[in-house]
């Protein structure tokens, strides 16, 4: 009771020591629907994908599987796959969600898609063979619709995320090269606290000190 429900989820299952499957969905709608929808979504995916299933039988079981909303008549819920194979590839499905983007050598780097219909969905394919230091960020639209009507009039543009990311890339590139980002964004997290209803310039602000004190 009281408890605010996401409508976004993820789920990770691990297929072996160096192979992964990634999941972001969201659901359609809010509160509990969104929840369900996504929480099916990702939790379907990713195990079917880790059993080496193709996307193709996995985008036909969700649309067989999900619940039609009453109101919309329909059972929809985004979804963005990142299959990490033996550390070596990274093959990203995106379904209707932002693009992922991916940080190469500190900075965008713009990697090939391929556009496919799968049931009348249109969904991108890429195979990336990983770099060391490749920072992928996944997100659902509740990112560049972040403050909306609030603090930004046409919410958080794509091209100021992948702004905001360099930055703290590059921090971490001048300070902390020899830590793993995502180890980095971690410790941060633990010892701010919930950084997250910063600014732009105050979440880079706080960052550079905490880097500058454990360096």
Known sequence: FGEELCGDHVDIVEESENSSVIVLADGLGSGVKASILSTLTSKIIST??????PIEECVETIAATLPVCSLRGVAYSTFTIIHLRNNETAEIIQ????HVILIRDYAN??????????????IFRSTIKLQEDDIFVAMSDGCPHAGIGMLYNFGWKREDI??????LAQIWKDNLPD??????MYNFIADFGDPFYLEEDEFIEKFSEYVTKVK
């Open 162 to 167: 992948i702004s905001f990311m360099e930055t």
């Open 48 to 53: 079917m994908m880790a059993e080496g299933l």
């Open 109 to 122: 780097y713009d990697y090939p898609k391929t556009e496919m219909n799968i049931g009348g969905k249109k």
């Open 179 to 184: 830590w793993r980002f995502g180890q980095l």
């Open 95 to 98: 379904y209707d969600n932002p």
